[in-house]
């Protein structure tokens, strides 16, 4: 769809992070080793961010700037990852559009109202995202100074069709009714609602980039309840919208669940790397997306709660599969769950350093 522009970095990126691990793979150059960090590396599996959680709510903890940096160094310290990942939420943008947002005990974010109608899309707010979310942006900027300049921070946001499914649905769904009643029976309100929401989700990314942010993950966590086809008519052109509306410079993740018959529809959109989940194995990912595009993933979240032997073996086949080639990041398939044994998220990185830079120096 588009032929990626060259990465120069973007005048406030250029930290001392530029030549480090991750950033190398997002612009798939060779590394030393290859590059590891974990989605939901910040989160309730560790007892530090438990013990903070216990006293403050966790929409309070993402306006707080002071506490979101130490959430976030603290995690990428303490793991020894390649990258750090702003302690935030996808659901942030969700309070400047005009609506109400909350976090439910267990139950995942509530919205309200829910946008349903040709009239709720029209009722949305634009969105001067350094104005609403100041908060945000100064947590980005105490973040980046806190964190030692050799790590990457990465920031993010939803695509289109994630953030249009939360809006519609009212929360998270089991299976997208009302969003794809949305998109089917009134395609005028969806273009319309999938339009504001790349263009305000362009600007929300490059207010990241602004306050100093190295790279962005988009999050398409949803979209794999689309077939290809209507991948392509629905969420295709407005995620692909949103990427061109982005600041060139900056490596784009492009990730999303479900997506094993979207990949190459996915790497069309945009993005200089794409996240697999597990649910493909990640040298057919690999084979199917080509030779021009990073790729990042796909260790199986749950097979953190094996052994050790297990996990390593595990860790291995990702590495096996990936070959060496250049522009691998490895992550998880998926974010890291609460319950997941510390120890072995740590173990997890060791293995994926130790074994990934003996191949490398061997010339593998
Ligand atoms: O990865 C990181 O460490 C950065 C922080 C981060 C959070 N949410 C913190 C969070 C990131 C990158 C997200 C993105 C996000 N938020 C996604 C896409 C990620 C994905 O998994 O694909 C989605 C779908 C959301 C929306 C969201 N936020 C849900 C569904 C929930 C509740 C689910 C749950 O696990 O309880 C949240 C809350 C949330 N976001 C928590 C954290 C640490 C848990 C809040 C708590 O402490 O209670």
């Given at each position: 769809m588009k032929t990626p522009a060259p990465l120069v970095p973007h005048p406030a990126s250029r930290t001392r992070s530029h030549d480090s691990r991750f950033l190398k793979a997002c612009r798939s150059e060779p590394v030393d080793a290859t590059p590891i960090w974990l989605m939901r590396q910040a989160g309730r599996y560790m007892k530090d961010y438990r013990d903070l959680r216990a006293r403050v709510p966790f929409l309070e903890l993402c306006k707080n700037p002071a506490l979101v940096s130490e959430i976030t160094v603290t995690a990428a310290e303490k793991l020894g990852v390649d990258a750090a990942?702003?302690?935030?939420?996808?659901?942030?943008?969700?309070?400047?559009?005009?609506?109400?947002?909350?976090?439910?005990?267990?139950?995942?974010?509530?919205?309200?109202?829910?946008?349903?109608?040709?009239?709720?899309?029209?009722?949305?707010?634009?969105?001067?995202?350094?104005?609403?979310?100041?908060?945000?942006?100064?947590?980005?900027?105490?973040?980046?100074?806190?964190?030692?300049?050799?790590?990457?921070?990465?920031?993010?946001?939803?695509?289109?069709?994630?953030?249009?499914?939360?809006?519609?649905?009212?929360?998270?769904?089991?299976?997208?009714?009302?969003?794809?009643?949305?998109?089917?029976?009134?395609?005028?309100?969806?273009?319309?609602?999938?339009?504001?929401?790349?263009?305000?989700?362009?600007?929300?990314?490059?207010?990241q980039i602004d306050a100093g942010v190295q790279a962005v993950q988009v999050f398409d966590t949803w979209v794999g309840c689309l077939g290809p086809a209507d991948y392509r008519q629905y969420a295709q052109p407005y995620t692909h919208l949103m990427l061109e509306g982005v600041?060139?410079?900056?490596?784009?993740?492009?990730?999303?669940?479900?997506?094993?018959?979207?990949?190459?529809?996915?790497?069309?959109?945009?993005?200089?790397?794409?996240?697999?989940?597990?649910?493909?194995?990640?040298?057919?990912?690999?084979?199917?997306?080509?030779?021009?595009v990073g790729v990042q993933g796909n260790l199986d979240p749950i097979a953190l709660y094996g052994d050790l032997d297990f996990l390593r073996m595990r860790a291995q086949r990702v590495l096996d599969q990936a070959g060496g080639r250049s522009g691998h990041i490895f992550n998880l398939g998926h974010g890291l769950l609460p319950d997941t044994p510390y120890e072995n998220v740590l173990a997890l990185v060791k293995i994926v350093h130790d074994v990934s830079s003996e191949r490398f120096a061997k010339g593998k």
């Amino acid at each position: 769809m588009k032929t990626p522009a060259p990465l120069v970095p973007h005048p406030a990126s250029r930290t001392r992070s530029h030549d480090s691990r991750f950033l190398k793979a997002c612009r798939s150059e060779p590394v030393d080793a290859t590059p590891i960090w974990l989605m939901r590396q910040a989160g309730r599996y560790m007892k530090d961010y438990r013990d903070l959680r216990a006293r403050v709510p966790f929409l309070e903890l993402c306006k707080n700037p002071a506490l979101v940096s130490e959430i976030t160094v603290t995690a990428a310290e303490k793991l020894g990852v390649d990258a750090a990942i702003i302690f935030a939420d996808l659901l942030l943008i969700v309070e400047p559009l005009g609506l109400h947002l909350e976090y439910g005990k267990g139950d995942g974010p509530l919205i309200t109202p829910a946008v349903r109608t040709p009239a709720d899309v029209d009722r949305l707010l634009e969105v001067e995202p350094e104005q609403s979310l100041a908060y945000f942006y100064d947590a980005i900027r105490q973040t980046r100074t806190d964190l030692a300049a050799r790590l990457p921070l990465i920031g993010f946001a939803g695509c289109p069709f994630t953030m249009a499914s939360y809006l519609i649905e009212g929360g998270g769904s089991r299976n997208y009714r009302h969003t794809k009643a949305l998109m089917y029976r009134n395609p005028g309100a969806w273009r319309e609602l999938m339009e504001r929401l790349a263009r305000n989700l362009a600007r929300y990314i490059n207010a990241q980039i602004d306050a100093g942010v190295q790279a962005v993950q988009v999050f398409d966590t949803w979209v794999g309840c689309l077939g290809p086809a209507d991948y392509r008519q629905y969420a295709q052109p407005y995620t692909h919208l949103m990427l061109e509306g982005v600041n060139s410079g900056t490596p784009i993740i492009h990730f999303g669940t479900g997506t094993a018959t979207l990949l190459e529809a996915m790497r069309d959109a945009g993005g200089s790397v794409i996240g697999v989940d597990s649910h493909i194995e990640l040298n057919e990912a690999w084979r199917r997306l080509g030779s021009g595009v990073g790729v990042q993933g796909n260790l199986d979240p749950i097979a953190l709660y094996g052994d050790l032997d297990f996990l390593r073996m595990r860790a291995q086949r990702v590495l096996d599969q990936a070959g060496g080639r250049s522009g691998h990041i490895f992550n998880l398939g998926h974010g890291l769950l609460p319950d997941t044994p510390y120890e072995n998220v740590l173990a997890l990185v060791k293995i994926v350093h130790d074994v990934s830079s003996e191949r490398f120096a061997k010339g593998k």
